[in-house]
């Protein structure tokens, strides 16, 4: 299923052969000339190297637009539609986002030839880190305290939209089993509806994996998150889809862009989710203590903060959040792997070094210094 000819971020700090293929120019215009608002004339300016879908930047008339295309066994025009609604709403209550432009139909994703579409507007800033591959540590402490504070703002702006739950697992964050009182039943639970992961455990012992490595953390904080208030949050709040006001270290976020994987879970485990992002340089491990950036993190606390204060019980939380946040989206990467793109090496990789290895590490002398930070962050 690789295409070699375009490469993308690979799961170490390579490229590899991206599972689908790049945007052509017949297909872009095809595409483009069900919207009214774009012209016919398109050039292909960059294309992305996020894996997991197939993205360009295209000139048409004079204007740029973002394309964007997925597979439609990960996406279809329903749950495109659930993002796009929940950006509209972030915009109408003044928050910046990319607009997504609306087709012939009046809808905002376009089906064609076995594919699904969308388009976005420009982003409003400059995409500063757009070549590193998620979880690249941030640039600057200044970059950090804004990335927190810009997080806070989506968080007060997404307050009152009330959408029920994304209608898929593929390639979303979602905090189900990480909520759940017995995550092992609700996962179980969760099988008629995803055959694929269903098959992919059948061959793993992941009852006595979640019992020995995953459940003990999540046990610990499980009460003080199952009533956790629901909202919407964007979910991978990385440097790479934030835009910034200039090139230098001192940049502030202008917009958020790449809704792909927001879900209604809560605000602070979206917070956890961005220290987890941005503060730890995950495809360097080996380095120990050198790749933890501690004080990232509490220049993300402290952003936060400045909009929304936290309270130590809340810092505690966060903190303990970090070892099981990545449950569900780790378990919806294994099932894209094996299920959709029939790549049974990066499905085990996402398993054993994802998520069980991610909860593993929080156990180490450096994620405890993490850790205990971002308790004692002022």
Same mark, same amino acid.
């Given at each position: 299923?690789?295409?070699?000819?375009?490469?993308?971020?690979?799961?170490?700090?390579?490229?590899?052969p991206?599972?689908?293929?790049?945007?052509r120019?017949?297909?872009?215009?095809?595409?483009?000339?069900?919207?009214?608002?774009?012209?016919?004339?398109?050039?292909?300016?960059?294309?992305?190297?996020?894996?997991?879908?197939?993205?360009?930047?295209?000139?048409?008339?004079?204007?740029?637009?973002?394309?964007?295309?997925?597979?439609?066994?990960?996406?279809?025009?329903?749950?495109?539609?659930?993002?796009?609604?929940?950006?509209?709403?972030?915009?109408?209550?003044?928050y910046?986002?990319?607009?997504?432009?609306?087709?012939?139909?009046?809808?905002?994703?376009?089906?064609?030839?076995?594919?699904?579409?969308?388009v976005?507007?420009?982003?409003?800033?400059?995409?500063?880190?757009r070549?590193?591959?998620?979880?690249?540590?941030?640039?600057?402490? &200044?970059?950090? /305290?804004? !990335?927190? +504070?810009? =997080?806070?703002?989506?968080?007060? $702006? @997404?307050?009152?939209? #009330?959408?029920?739950?994304?209608?898929?697992?593929?390639?979303?964050?979602?905090?189900?089993?990480?909520?759940?009182?017995?995550?092992?039943?609700?996962?179980?639970?969760q099988?008629?509806?995803?055959?694929?992961?269903?098959?992919?455990?059948?061959?793993?012992?992941?009852?006595?994996?979640f019992?020995?490595?995953?459940?003990p953390?999540?046990?610990?904080?499980?009460?003080?998150i199952?009533?956790?208030?629901?909202?919407?949050?964007?979910?991978?709040?990385?440097?790479?889809?934030?835009?910034?006001?200039?090139?230098?270290?001192?940049?502030?976020?202008?917009?958020?862009?790449?809704?792909?994987?927001?879900?209604?879970?809560?605000?602070?485990?979206?917070?956890?989710? &961005?220290?987890? /992002?941005? !503060?730890? +340089?995950? =495809?360097?491990?080996?380095?120990? $203590? @050198?790749?933890?950036? #501690?004080?990232?993190?509490?220049?993300?606390?402290?952003?936060?903060?400045?909009?929304?204060?936290?309270?130590?019980?809340?810092?505690?939380?966060?903190?303990?959040?970090?070892?099981?946040?990545?449950?569900?989206?780790?378990?919806?990467?294994?099932?894209?792997?094996?299920?959709?793109?029939?790549?049974?090496?990066?499905?085990?990789?996402?398993?054993?070094?994802?998520?069980?290895?991610?909860?593993?590490?929080?156990?180490?002398?450096?994620?405890?210094?993490?850790?205990?930070?971002?308790?004692?962050?002022?």
């Amino acid at each position: 299923m690789s295409h070699p000819e375009h490469l993308v971020h690979g799961l170490d700090s390579s490229r590899m052969p991206a599972d689908w293929p790049a945007l052509r120019p017949d297909e872009t215009r095809a595409v483009l000339a069900r919207y009214p608002d774009v012209a016919h004339d398109v050039e292909l300016l960059w294309h992305s190297p996020r894996p997991l879908s197939a993205a360009a930047l295209v000139e048409a008339g004079g204007a740029r637009w973002f394309l964007k295309r997925h597979a439609l066994e990960v996406r279809n025009a329903a749950t495109l539609g659930e993002e796009h609604r929940f950006m509209r709403h972030l915009q109408r209550h003044g928050y910046s986002v990319p607009m997504v432009l609306h087709n012939r139909d009046g809808g905002t994703a376009t089906v064609h030839e076995g594919w699904v579409y969308e388009v976005h507007t420009p982003l409003q800033g400059i995409d500063l880190y757009r070549e590193l591959v998620s979880w690249s540590p941030l640039c600057s402490l &200044a970059h950090a /305290r804004s !990335a927190g +504070a810009a =997080l806070a703002r989506l968080h007060e $702006a @997404a307050q009152g939209y #009330a959408a029920a739950q994304r209608d898929t697992h593929l390639l979303v964050t979602r905090d189900d089993l990480v909520r759940a009182a017995d995550p092992i039943h609700a996962l179980r639970a969760q099988f008629p509806q995803r055959p694929g992961l269903a098959q992919y455990l059948g061959r793993r012992n992941w009852e006595r994996d979640f019992e020995r490595i995953l459940l003990p953390p999540q046990q610990r904080i499980q009460a003080r998150i199952a009533e956790a208030p629901r909202l919407w949050t964007h979910n991978d709040w990385h440097a790479s889809n934030l835009a910034w006001s200039s090139e230098g270290d001192k940049a502030t976020v202008r917009s958020a862009f790449d809704f792909g994987l927001a879900s209604p879970t809560f605000a602070l485990f979206d917070l956890a989710t &961005a220290i987890e /992002r941005n !503060a730890v +340089a995950w =495809l360097e491990l080996e380095r120990g $203590a @050198a790749a933890v950036h #501690a004080d990232t993190a509490v220049a993300l606390l402290g952003g936060y903060a400045e909009v929304r204060p936290l309270s130590a019980a809340d810092l505690d939380l966060v903190a303990g959040l970090l070892p099981v946040l990545h449950i569900d989206f780790a378990l919806s990467e294994v099932e894209y792997f094996h299920a959709v793109t029939g790549t049974p090496a990066h499905a085990d990789l996402a398993y054993d070094s994802f998520l069980l290895g991610h909860a593993k590490w929080f156990d180490t002398a450096p994620a405890r210094h993490l850790l205990d930070a971002i308790r004692n962050a002022k």
